[in-house]
């Protein structure tokens, strides 16, 4: 007999194991998705204002809101795609064009500059880039596109964590593994409701991926495809704007050589 209650407990043992397993480790599998979720998602932030910040060095250079639209309705683009909050500051221009010996080819080349880093902004920002790990492998940064990839696949595991091995699961378990508790604990224990209660309580919030703030913005062409059309863009704007274009001009170097120096 005493060898049947060692195997018995053996067993017993062996069952709440894999059952403290299955509901913690599953339960501890999640809070580190969640985790790197919330991780990621300001990462992703930085990149979203990033997009905000060239949008509104492009609206600057293209002297304000209404040229913005104009230069975006004019090639095709929705300026509601590219709406960026009122305030933010305009990106930095780590850079200068070379040589133009015109105004106006001058004033091509800032927009060049402008339109390809809101190229690669929202590139990066959508799709990512890779980069070394530093073991020689390349991963790929964060981004919009697996960024709600991996919200799907965490409301999948919470799914499948609040609906199989429960909270109440465990504990009524647990109580039937000591005959002489269960008729004093089954009265004031977890039976019926009350165990959906403990199990609602437990369980894990899915995401709501409608709610999430990261707004979808349309592919650019790249600026080889844009070089045609942003000349003659800039040439009418120069045409019809010399003035206003000048001082623009003006304000862009000494912003360059302000950071530069």
Not at 80 to 89: D, I, R
Not at 114 to 139: C, P, Q, T, V, W
Not at 198 to 219: G, H, L, N
Not at 237 to 243: F, G, N, S
Request: charged share 30%.
């Amino acid at each position: 007999m005493a060898d049947f209650k060692d195997f018995t407990d053996a067993l017993t043992d062996e069952v709440l194991s894999d059952m403290a397993d299955s509901y913690f480790g599953a339960r501890v599998d999640v809070d580190d998705a969640i985790e790197l979720f919330h991780e990621l998602s300001e990462k992703l932030h930085l990149k979203l204002y990033r997009v905000f910040r060239v949008c509104a060095l492009l609206d600057k250079i293209c002297l304000g809101p209404e040229g913005f639209n104009d230069f975006l309705v004019a090639s095709g683009m929705s300026r509601s795609s590219f709406y960026h909050p009122a305030g933010v500051e305009c990106a930095e221009l780590m850079d200068k064009p070379s040589f133009a010996f015109t105004g106006r080819g001058e004033y091509i080349k800032w927009f060049n500059i402008a339109y390809e880093m809101l190229f690669e902004s929202i590139n990066d920002y959508m799709h990512g880039s890779f980069r070394d790990d530093g073991s020689g492998r390349k991963i790929r940064t964060v981004n919009r596109e697996d960024f709600f990839r991996m919200a799907e696949e965490i409301n999948v595991k919470i799914e499948k964590v609040n609906r199989n091995v429960t909270a109440s699961d465990v504990l009524k378990f647990t109580k039937s593994l000591d005959p002489e508790s269960v008729q004093k604990e089954n009265i004031a224990g977890c039976v019926g409701p009350q165990c959906q209660v403990i199990d609602d309580e437990m369980a894990f919030t899915v995401i709501t991926i409608k709610d999430i703030d990261f707004p979808q913005f349309p592919e650019l062409p790249p600026l080889k495809e844009m070089k045609s059309y942003i000349s003659g863009y800039c040439s009418q704007v120069w045409a019809r704007d010399k003035a206003r274009v000048r001082a623009l001009l003006v304000d862009l170097r000494k912003s360059v050589n302000k950071e530069l120096s």
